[in-house]
């Protein structure tokens, strides 16, 4: 079976791994918070530029850790866009994005990328590593891991539960006397971190960082939350927050797949767009379909005319 | 314990759609105290509970609650002297969570929110004696989403969140008026053994005079933004809901024929 090489599979579980952790990071504004937050395509690529930045200096470390707070910073800006001056979700998040560009080009010291070869990155420090062929397999598997662990247990905090409970119903939150603008500061600002953490892992692994690279990024997490929803299942945190990331490796999988056929690579943001409208408006169609086969078993019984 | 002093309330002021529905309102509460409030549609009943509760901001006078001046407080900090169960019983829990998650959050409310965790072992246990209280068999169903809850269980659980930690004040705003009868009594039920076992001080819309003049200790009534009718004591153990009916038609003007107001 030569579907695909072992080397292909191998960098699409690490892409897959490493772009889990902006999927989780979508799950917390989409799902958890309920808000269509497009900070995302920015805070992913203020991630990398941070990062890439202090490779260039020899500390690819502080990279990530500082990508974090950066990340963390750009949601904040989007929540108090929303929250004190009231602007849409959906703008809010679209103004801080667009904000995000010439910042991330300042950032890159006005480059639009930052090459990262033969620099230092997380992924070839550690010299007791196994094999180089896993060393990044590993790191990036131990990341996303502690990140699940510390989201599953920050989501069953007392803060946690009102995190929560703001996407279902704000108004609840607010009769039992917490500000919804607080809790979705906080949920924003961690989401937000968690893409540009992603963002700062994805340059330091492809060693180069573009100011174009966020584009439709958030289009992939939501991708990859829908692909997880709909074939690992939403029953608990747990298995929701996995389901996440197998839809993530799975969603890298099927792009590896699809390049294999032979698809141009300049197509894949078509793809995701395609696959996540139709994940979007599947219900409808089911509806839709149902709605169809009942006329039809209608008109059948009535021996009368099709309608 | 809760001192409302000339309050009003215009929405869309300057508009054509200029609405008063607040006029100079005052109004006092004694400790433990449960008035129930009736009106017409329209009168303002929701507004003077959104007022006090901080969903709307007051044009002009001021609200004092347990001593404290909350008249310019925003509502999540009201909130945490103040339960409220409203008529939807789609707002008072989060569906997507379970039982026991949805009582933890109302169980913590007024504490710090810090990262100590969301539900403990106690906890459990408290949540499931409380619910017990309820009578629907739900301390069994504590792991369960709450959108598989009826809207009776949903009421009765949100009756229980509102009232539980003990608020200063208690607000209904009709909160039984979307439930069969046979929930919607057990409910009032619930309220009534709530109120008085905890010695809430408590306001509750309705729309049933029956209910209004059987449950708690003082009626009021609202007539365009005014409290038009203030019932207690001696008064308020003769009134009938006949007399209520025909003095309500005199003061407004609107026939109740066969108007909700006497459905009970
Ligand atoms: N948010 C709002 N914006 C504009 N007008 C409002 C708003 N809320 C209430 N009103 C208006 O204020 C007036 C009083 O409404 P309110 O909801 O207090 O009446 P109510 O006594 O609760 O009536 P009901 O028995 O129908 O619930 C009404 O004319 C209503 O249209
Ligand atoms: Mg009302």
């Known amino acids: ?307 | 314990m809760l001192k409302i002093n000339m309050i009003s309330k215009t929405f869309d002021r300057g508009s054509v759609n200029e609405k008063k529905a607040l006029h100079q309102v005052s109004l006092s509460l004694d400790e433990g105290e449960f008035v129930t409030v009736i009106g017409g549609n329209g009168a303002g009943k929701s507004t003077l509970l959104n007022c006090i509760s901080g969903v709307h901001p007051v044009d002009e006078g001021s609200i004092i609650l347990d001593g404290t001046d909350i008249t310019f407080s925003p509502e999540y900090k009201r909130s945490r002297l103040i339960g409220r169960v409203f008529q939807n019983p789609l707002l008072g829990t989060a569906f997507d969570m379970t039982i026991a998650e949805n009582l933890a959050i109302a169980w913590a409310r007024g504490k710090p929110h810090g990262l100590s965790p969301g539900i403990t072992r106690p906890d459990k246990a408290l949540f499931r004696e409380q619910l017990a209280l309820l009578g629907l068999d739900l301390e069994e169903r504590i792991n369960q989403k709450v959108k598989l809850l009826s809207g009776g269980q949903r009421q009765a659980l949100t009756l229980l969140m509102a009232t539980m930690g003990r608020p200063k004040l208690l607000l209904l705003d009709e909160h039984t008026a979307s439930l069969d009868p046979a929930i919607a009594k057990k409910v009032l039920h619930l309220t009534r053994k709530f109120v008085s076992e905890e010695k809430l001080t408590t306001i509750m819309i309705t729309h049933n005079m029956k209910a209004a003049l059987e449950y708690g200790s003082r009626t009021i009534m609202m007539h365009e933004g005014q409290i038009i009718l203030d019932l207690s004591g001696e008064e308020r153990a003769e009134m009938t809901v006949e007399r209520l009916v025909k003095y309500f038609e005199s003061r407004s003007g609107v026939q109740l024929e066969n108007d909700r107001l006497l459905l009970s």
């Open chain 1, 1 to 307: 079976m030569t579907l695909m090489n072992l080397a292909t599979v191998l960098s699409s579980v690490e892409l897959g791994v490493i772009y889990a952790i902006m999927s989780l990071g979508v799950f917390i504004s989409f799902r958890t918070l309920n808000m269509p937050d497009l900070t995302v395509d920015g805070s992913f690529v203020l991630g990398a530029a941070v990062s890439a930045v202090l490779c260039t200096a020899g500390r690819p470390l502080a990279g990530i850790i500082l990508a974090l707070a950066a990340g963390a910073l750009a949601g904040s800006v989007t929540a108090l866009l929303h929250t004190k001056l009231k602007i849409q979700p959906i703008l809010s998040g679209i103004l801080t994005m667009l904000a995000l560009y010439s910042i991330n080009l300042k950032v890159m010291g006005n480059r639009a990328n930052i090459p990262l070869l033969n620099q230092k990155t997380i992924f070839n420090l550690p010299e007791w590593m196994p094999g180089p062929d896993y060393a990044a397999l590993i790191i990036s598997l131990l990341l996303l891991f502690t990140v699940m662990i510390l989201l599953y247990f920050f989501l069953k905090t007392k803060i946690g539960l009102v995190l929560r409970a703001t996407g279902d119903n704000e108004q609840m939150v607010r009769a039992l006397g917490v500000s919804t603008d607080l809790t979705k500061l906080i949920g924003l600002a961690l989401a937000n971190a968690l893409v540009a953490l992603s963002g700062a892992l994805i340059a330091q692994y492809q060693s180069f960082a573009d100011v174009g690279m966020g584009i439709g990024m958030v289009i992939i997490g939501l991708a990859s939350v829908i692909i997880g929803e709909a074939i690992f299942g939403t029953s608990n945190l747990l298995r929701r927050l996995i389901a996440v990331i197998l839809g993530s490796i799975v969603y890298r999988l099927a792009i590896a797949f699809a390049l294999e056929l032979g698809m141009p690579p300049t197509d894949l943001k078509l793809i995701s767009a395609v696959i996540v409208c139709a994940a979007l408006s599947m219900p409808t169609i089911k509806e839709q379909l149902s709605l169809l086969q009942q006329r039809y078993t209608a008109a059948v019984n009535n021996r009368g005319r099709p309608l």
